[in-house]
């Protein structure tokens, strides 16, 4: 399946950014990249960036194929409980569980559980509306998700047209706060299941790379966040997300240069990430990011 829908339909909810890479020399002749978000400023440009931080924010659906691979089974545990859907009574809640809803829901029809998928569709749609947020979304498309809900590939597609379209709903009728908590509930939930699922003492290498390189989607995630109107909500969310950074900057990226060749007159610039992060930062940055996801999912 493709990556770049895998990553989308991941924030299963409207999630990523227009990025300009500056680059600060390192050590070793590399180059420690940092990508930092240019000002959304317009509407038009707010959503854009948001539309490009899902193609960098760690999906549930590439988490669940690399453990997958690692040997790791499905956990429900995991995953948000259906049971609570009912007692967020308030905004900010119910927005940023829209969002992790929503990465369960992708979480689960990677490891293709049908009846999983059934009830986090269903929590979704019940935070739609009771966000007051229906027009968004197309009568069919409730259908079209029942339709194909034993379909991986299928219900990629069509989550991540749900979730373009509720941003570009939101945009448009200056519903900007809960576009931003969606985007950071669905980012916390996709780094909560990243850290969790993986071993502190063992961790996968290249499930740890992937949670390594969040830094610089984090980076681009706070300057959106940045963009909202600062309400109390985005506030407390957006300090939520700088602690996070706290964690991150001891996190060190260096990007190493390697062999450019062309072939067909397409030209292909080599070259690596070489991450440093030590074992107690990981189990620093996993324990803050369980009590960040906690404190949002609890009723």
Do not use: H
Not at 22 to 50: F, M, N, Y
Not at 122 to 133: A, H, Y
Not at 161 to 169: H, I, P
């Amino acid at each position: 399946m493709n990556r770049k829908k895998l990553c989308i339909a991941a924030i299963s909810t409207s999630l990523f950014l227009v990025a300009c890479n500056g680059e600060k020399k390192g050590g070793d002749g590399g180059e420690v990249v940092d990508t930092i978000a240019k000002e959304p400023t317009t509407d038009s440009s707010r959503l854009e960036a948001t539309r490009q931080i899902m193609y960098s924010i760690p999906s549930t659906a590439e988490t669940a194929d690399l453990l997958k691979e690692a040997g790791t089974t499905y956990d429900i545990k995991m995953m948000n409980d259906v049971k609570f859907v009912d007692k967020y009574n308030v905004l900010k809640k119910q927005a940023l569980n829209l969002g992790i809803y929503g990465a369960d829901l992708n979480y689960a029809n990677v490891f293709e559980k049908s009846m999983e998928v059934q009830l986090y569709m269903e929590s979704c749609q019940s935070l739609v509306k009771r966000l007051g947020i229906e027009g968004a979304i197309s009568d069919n498309v409730w259908d079209r998700l029942e339709e194909n809900k034993d379909d991986r590939d299928s219900l990629n597609s069509i989550i991540s047209e749900v979730f373009f379209d509720l941003d570009t709903y939101l945009e448009e009728n200056d519903k900007t706060e809960i576009s931003g908590l969606i985007v950071a509930g669905g980012w916390i939930e996709g780094l909560f299941i990243a850290t969790q699922m993986m071993s502190e003492k063992k961790p996968n290498q290249e499930l740890l790379d992937r949670v390594a390189e969040q830094k610089l989607s984090l980076e681009n995630l706070c300057k959106l966040m940045e963009s909202y109107t600062e309400t109390e909500n985005i506030k407390s969310v957006r300090e939520d997300l700088k602690r996070l950074q706290g964690v991150f900057a001891k996190v060190e990226i260096v990007r190493v240069k390697g062999e450019t060749t062309t072939k067909n007159g397409v030209t292909t610039i080599g070259g690596k990430n070489e991450i440093n992060f030590p074992p107690e930062v990981f189990i620093e940055l996993r324990n803050m990011v369980k009590e960040i996801r906690n404190s949002y999912t609890k009723p």
